[in-house]
């Protein structure tokens, strides 16, 4: 166990307006090498959970009174929760994380990094680069890995090597899709402060006035608390699974027409449920306000702006629900001519030089490398959290919502310029320590574990994910 405060960690739970003397409460378990990287990885998996465990002893502590709780973590369960996605069975069957058409494409000047993943995002390549998918059974709405599948891949191949990064990166874009061209690996920093690129960790605000709603002694720190989820894929999702781990009734709200991948779904939809809700129509409005009426926190996972047009920007909200949280994840910051576009993880990592870092150097192709994990996901999702966790305190106190906006971009500045390396302690991990199985619709699921630990907090999620879009729009 740790013997002193993490300063990784004490710059996370800074961030999102924690005091530093709390950090003390925070111990950690090594196992050895993981997540193992050229940039710390591990010790932004560790504190990003750390930040996110304290939190939930906060707010628990703060609800029924007495000290603050210990928050202890392993980083065993840590390294394994950072791939839940990598770990998850369906009835024995291994989810393909990415499709064919995702990953690094060699330009005629540079690298491309893609994300295809989605049907519609995959067409939108396709026809930004003028690749022709006659002829090719299943055509450009086709998903995995299969043969004409690789047809695709090998005209996406010589297309892109026909074209420069940039030109790539900027036709993509124009079209709805999403490709970037790989930038060169940066001038790193090893300080704790802020990012060298000036994108914050977190922002934190207090926002509108005063609410009536208090949250009662309870046996878990977010019980009772009901949270509207609007994001998708990993690292709003894995926030919001953690806050249904701590007792929150999490519903998520998706649009009708834009389904998420099943298994991305079952990964992260752990202790939540899931209803469709169309914005755009009359019904929908009034019954996502209904939901709104009665919540204590909104997260939303869409580019900035994009949500507006609903009536769904912070002071709209705020306004409709005094003392309201909302919680806004994004992929690329909250301003600048980026903050418009849409990303992943492996684009951020791509984009923001940590691809070229992580480049084999063995490989005379100079292939760019990835993180060991999806750690800006996962990092973000927790951090994300903890900070709903910590707005839910303070709100204990003055009664008042808080805005708190988080970014990929601003976790991977983070990661390259903010993060002093800590060497791994002893220690052996084996995932299976950390996996265990639960009956669900979908069939028999092996998942990881929650890694967010607190002394008396819950070892599992206590309902398994209901199929996406299939239970009404209202709070249990």
Known sequence: MASEPDATTTRAWTAIGGSPDLTAKVSY???GEVLPAVLPVRELARATVGACSLAAAELLAGRNGGPVPGARVDEGAVATAFVSERHLLVDGRAPTPFAPLSGFWKAADGWVRTHANYPHHRARLLAALGIDTGGVRGGAGSGRKDDRGAV???????RIAELGAQEVQERVHAAGGLAVAVAPAPERGAGQGSTAHGLPLAEVAEIGSAGERRLPPAPLPAAGVRVLDLTRVIAGPVATRTLALLGADVLRVDPPG?????DSHVDTGFGKRSTLVDLDSAEGRHAFADLLDAADVVVTGYRPGALDRCGLAPEALVSRRPGLVVAQLCAWGWSGSWSGRRGFDSLVQAARGVAAIEADPSDPAARPGALPAQALDHGTG????????????????????????FSLAGTADWLLHG????PAGSGTYDAADWLTETPSPYGLLRHALPPVHYDGAPGDWTAPPTRWGTDPAVWS
């Open 29 to 31: 378990r090594s196992a």
């Open 152 to 158: 695709l891949v090998g005209r996406l191949t010589e």
């Open 258 to 262: 834009l389904p998420e991948d099943p």
């Open 382 to 405: 927790y951090l994300l959290a903890a900070g709903v966790l910590r707005a839910l305190t303070d709100r204990q106190a003055d009664g008042r919502g808080r805005l708190l906006r």
């Open 419 to 422: 993060i002093g390396p800590r």
